[in-house]
């Protein structure tokens, strides 16, 4: 696989006119993409035991396996982003252990979206620091490819590299947590070139329980965790495709309430969680509905280009089909 910078093609400036969302500031702050290094690349089957939830976890019907089946049906070796260098991995897993020893509460569902590795690294510390079980649900919907507009390898290196615990079967009432890549929708005031492989995607209010599931389950409240809430919080607002689910989680009488991992530096993490402010979704236009991005991804989401190819790319550098 290809050593790719933050911004690995050439893009041509374009417009939106919507609310600026985490992915619109994404770029200006994303460290570049570290380089490989060769490693055992283990079977879709046995990378799917290392993060399947049990089969009675309400959860587990959310989790995508896109990502992780990419890989093939045998061991093989490969060239993967080293994500242990990236700061915020390791910012991530430092937060997201403070954050399970102090203990999630029972009524709240998690959204952790980080740059992937980040948000596999943080739902992995939490997994082990918590007392209480975790249900990690994985929504990354993508395909590595040799020519990718963004750096898939680097969440499929993340979650093969970590091994989080997962509930025992039967367990009831573990705490529910998204794990999100905010690389999904970024570029997206941007035109990637001919050659690029439009590889973003983007979530839909298919991919997470809907406000009776919730209350059915004790979950009343929803924390939206991301790098940053910059620089004028009180006006942060959530990614573009979360926006109609929010609308509904708040409709439903669910609260929100939006937090930057940094806002968990601090020895009692639950006092930040507490006294954020509750969020409400305001109708908004969302890129998601915009036909000049669909115009500008050049057939991505879903399109011609955002075919999968990961096996074709092993194939070619020598690693096995």
Not at 17 to 36: I, K, M, N, Y
Not at 290 to 313: E, K, L, N
Request: proline share 10%; with cysteine; charged share 25%.
């Amino acid at each position: 696989m290809q050593r790719k910078s933050a911004v690995p093609l050439l893009l041509v400036a374009g417009s939106c006119a919507t609310a600026r969302p985490p992915s619109a500031e994404f770029l200006a702050r994303a460290e570049s993409v570290p380089p490989s290094h060769s490693q055992l690349l283990p079977s879709a089957q046995r990378a799917f035991s290392a993060w399947q939830l049990p089969p009675d976890d309400p959860w587990m019907r959310f989790s995508k396996w896109t990502l992780l089946s990419s890989l093939g049906d045998q061991v093989t070796t490969g060239e993967l982003p080293d994500v242990r260098l990236l700061k915020l991995v390791q910012r991530a897993e430092i937060f997201g252990q403070r954050l399970g020893s102090a203990g999630l509460p029972p009524d709240t569902l998690w959204i952790v979206d980080l740059r992937g590795a980040a948000a596999v690294a943080f739902g992995n510390a939490l997994s082990h620091a918590s007392p209480q079980p975790v249900s990690l649900v994985m929504t990354f919907n993508n395909w590595p490819a040799e020519r990718e507009l963004i750096p898939a390898e680097e969440t499929l290196a993340a979650l093969l590299t970590h091994r989080p615990r997962l509930p025992d079967p039967g367990v009831s009432g573990s705490r529910p947590v998204f794990l999100l890549d905010a690389w999904r929708l970024a570029y997206r005031d941007e035109e990637p070139d001919d050659e690029a492989v439009d590889n973003r995607y983007y979530l839909t209010g298919s991919d997470f329980p809907e406000p009776a599931q919730l209350e059915e389950r004790g979950i009343r409240r929803i924390v939206y965790l991301t790098e940053t809430l910059g620089r004028d919080p009180e006006n942060a607002v959530e990614e573009d495709d979360l926006h109609d689910t929010f609308v509904r989680y708040s409709q439903a009488g669910l609260s929100i309430s939006l937090l930057g991992l940094d806002e968990l530096d601090e020895p009692q993490p639950q006092l930040v969680i507490n006294r954020r402010r509750f969020y409400v979704p305001r109708h908004r236009p969302t890129v998601v509905l915009s036909p000049s991005f669909y115009a500008r991804s050049r057939g991505g989401f879903g399109g011609p280009r955002a075919r999968p190819s990961f096996h074709g790319v092993i194939h070619r550098s020598g690693h096995g089909g």
